[in-house]
């Protein structure tokens, strides 16, 4: 098992992608990146903890790749926009890749490097590297939030 985090907005739509990925055992919402310890959603909606929603992912690495799940990653936000990320205001909802250790990072650079020279984008790439810090679990409501409302969630690859 392995553990990957990412930010790319609203963590609602992101964690109901990763889930749809074989290979991806579980998933949990929450809050990185910032200074506030055990940060409550009411707190997190001030924008002022540092914070970023973010995904917990855990992993089989015999059956999707970290490189695999950065793909996806980059597919699921405009890495050119900072704040505000889609429809989502505040600098809570920027992207970023909390990496676990250095092969994580040295994977995160070389992916982000790559969309940077694929010409894909008009404007730089914004989306953060950052190392993973500590991880406060979301209220259990928002966890897998589109499954218990019994939205079908389907993969067009």
């Known amino acids: 098992m392995a553990i990957a985090t990412f930010a790319a907005g ?15 055992i579980d998933t949990e919402v929450g809050y990185t990146g ?22 917990r992912i855990n992993f089989d690495p015999a059956q999707v790749t970290y490189e695999e799940l950065l793909n996806a990653f980059w597919a699921l936000h405009d890495p050119t ?7 989502y205001s505040g600098p809570q909802y920027r992207a970023a890749i909390f990496v676990h250790d250095e092969e994580q990072e040295r994977a995160a650079i070389l ?19 950052l190392p993973a810090g500590e991880f406060w679990r979301a209220e259990e409501w928002q966890q897998q939030y589109f499954e218990k409302r019994g939205f079908a969630l389907v993969c067009r690859a």
């Open 10 to 24: 609203c963590f609602k739509s992101v964690e109901a992608a990763f889930r749809l990925i074989p290979g991806v």
């Open 81 to 87: 926009q900072s704040d505000p990320h889609g429809p």
């Open 111 to 129: 992916s982000r490097i790559r969309r940077e020279q694929s010409g894909r984008y008009d404007g730089p790439l914004v989306t953060e590297i």
């Open 34 to 55: 910032g200074h506030v310890r055990g940060v409550t959603q009411e707190q997190f909606s001030l924008g002022d903890t540092g914070h970023m929603e973010s995904v």
